[in-house]
C-alpha cells in the first residue's frame, strides 16, 4: 500500500508542470509577436546600406584613448535582432582593434580578428605601465594600419619597451600601409649625437620590409631610423617637442627625399647640425614634383638650408616657420626680412601666392616667423 502512495502522480505538481510548459510555450508566442512587431517599425526597415553607415559612424575616429571606449560602437548590436544579426555578419565592423600592452590575450581583440578573417586590419596599441607583446601581433601578416601610443610611459618605463622595440625592428609588415608612432615625450638627452647613439628606437624598422607602406608618421619618440627602405612612403610626419635635440640629420633627409615622391611633409624640431656642411652645401637641389604640403617648424638656419636644397611645385600647399634666438649676438641668429627673402627666393615667380602677412610669435627668447601658402 506503501508503494502504491509513492507511485501516485501528485495532481499539485502535475499541474504547475503543466501550466509552466503552457507558460513556456506562450513566452515563445510572444517572443515571436514582439519580433515580428519590431520589424514593422521605420528603424528596422532601414535598407542594409543605411544601417552600415550609422554602424560605421563611431568607429570613424578608429583610434581612442581607451579600449573601453573603442568598443563601444558594439551597443548597436542590442537595438533589434535584425541590427545585430547585419553586425556580426559584416566583417569590416570588427576589422578595427584596439589592445594595451598590459594583456596579451584580450576578448575584443581575439573576437575582432576571428571576425575579420580574411579582411586586413587596422590595430591601435595602448602602452601602459606593464608591456606585453598583444596576441593580435601574431597576425601581423594582416595589418593594414599600425598605430602605438606611449604617450602615458614615462623615463623609467623606457626599459619596459624592449620587447615592443624589439618586435617593431624584427618583425616582416607585408601590409602595412600606415604606421603612427606617439611618443611621451618625457625623453631627454645630453646632445645630438649622444641621442642618436643611444636612441631606443634606431636601426631598421619592420626588418626593412614594409612594402606597401605609405604613411609614416613619428612624433615625440627618440627615433634613429634608416628610412632608404620605404622608398614608396608618400606621407612623412616627425614631430619633436621644442628643446629637444634632433633624431635626423639634414644629409640624412636629403638622401630619403631624392628617392621618394612624397605628398606631404612635415617635419617639425627633428634636425640635428651636422659636421660636413660643404657635402650638402654642394648638392644640387631636389625637384619634389609630388608634393602637396610642406609644413616646417624648425631653426631658421635648418629651414633656410633645407629650402636651399628642395624645389617646391607652385601647387603645394606650405607653412613654414623658422624660429631664432632673440640673442643678438647669436651667429643663428636671423633678421624677419632675411628669412622671409629666403623663403619666397624657393618659390622663385611663386612668391605672390603666399596669402597674408608674415606672422611673428615671440617667446621668451625665441622668435618665430612664419609665412603660408594657400592654393
Known amino acids: 500500500m506503501g508503494k502504491n502512495s509513492k507511485s501516485e502522480p501528485n495532481p499539485v505538481v502535475a499541474e504547475r508542470k503543466r501550466i509552466m510548459k503552457r507558460i513556456r510555450k506562450l513566452s515563445r508566442r ?12 521605420l528603424i528596422s526597415c532601414l535598407p542594409p546600406e543605411l544601417l552600415l553607415r550609422i554602424f560605421f559612424a563611431p568607429q570613424s575616429n578608429f583610434h581612442k584613448d581607451s579600449v ?31 589592445v594595451t600592452t598590459e594583456e596579451i590575450q584580450s576578448p ?41 601610443d606611449i604617450t602615458g ?24 600601409d600606415e ?17 642618436v647613439n643611444h636612441a631606443p628606437f634606431s636601426g631598421s624598422l619592420f626588418n626593412s620590409v614594409a612594402p606597401c607602406l605609405r604613411s609614416l608618421q613619428v612624433k615625440t ?51 640635428y647640425d651636422e659636421d660636413d656642411h660643404d657635402k650638402v652645401d654642394d648638392a644640387k637641389p631636389i625637384p619634389l614634383s609630388s608634393l602637396l604640403s610642406l609644413a616646417l617648424y624648425l631653426p631658421t638656419h635648418q629651414c633656410q638650408r633645407l629650402l636651399r636644397h628642395i624645389v617646391v611645385p607652385p601647387s603645394c600647399r606650405a607653412e613654414i616657420w623658422g624660429h631664432s634666438t632673440r640673442k643678438p649676438d647669436d651667429p643663428l641668429a636671423i633678421s624677419p626680412h632675411a628669412f622671409m627673402d629666403s623663403i619666397l627666393s624657393n618659390f ?24 603660408r601658402r594657400n592654393v
Open 221 to 271: 619618440f627618440d627615433l634613429s631610423l634608416n628610412f632608404v627602405p620605404f622608398q614608396g612612403i608618400t606621407t612623412l610626419i616627425l614631430h619633436q617637442p621644442h628643446g629637444h635635440p634632433g633624431i635626423l640629420s639634414l644629409p640624412a633627409l636629403l638622401r630619403f627625399l631624392s628617392i621618394t615622391h612624397l605628398h606631404t611633409l612635415d617635419v617639425i624640431h627633428v634636425l
Open 179 to 195: 604606421f603612427i608612432l606617439l611618443g611621451s615625450g618625457k625623453l631627454e638627452r645630453r646632445g645630438p649625437r649622444q641621442q
Open 68 to 98: 573601453a571606449t573603442y568598443y563601444k560602437w558594439t551597443v548597436v548590436t542590442h537595438i533589434s535582432r535584425s541590427w545585430c544579426a547585419l553586425a556580426l555578419e559584416t566583417k569590416q565592423l570588427w576589422s578595427g582593434v584596439s
Open 348 to 371: 622663385s615667380s611663386d612668391a605672390t601666392v603666399f596669402t597674408g602677412e608674415m606672422e611673428v610669435k615671440v617667446e621668451t627668447d625665441v622668435i618665430a616667423f612664419g609665412l
Open 108 to 148: 575584443w581583440a581575439d573576437l575582432s580578428v576571428k571576425r575579420s578573417v580574411p579582411l586586413r586590419l587596422d590595430v591601435a596599441v595602448i602602452v601602459k605601465r606593464r608591456v606585453f607583446i598583444p596576441a593580435v601581433f601574431d597576425d601581423v601578416h594582416r595589418i593594414r594600419t599600425l598605430r602605438i
Open 30 to 41: 510572444v517572443i515571436r509577436l514582439k519580433t515580428k512587431y519590431n520589424e514593422l517599425t
Open 153 to 176: 610611459s614615462s623615463n623609467e618605463d623606457d626599459r619596459r619597451l624592449k620587447p615592443l622595440i624589439k618586435w617593431l625592428r624584427t618583425t616582416e609588415a607585408p601590409v602595412l
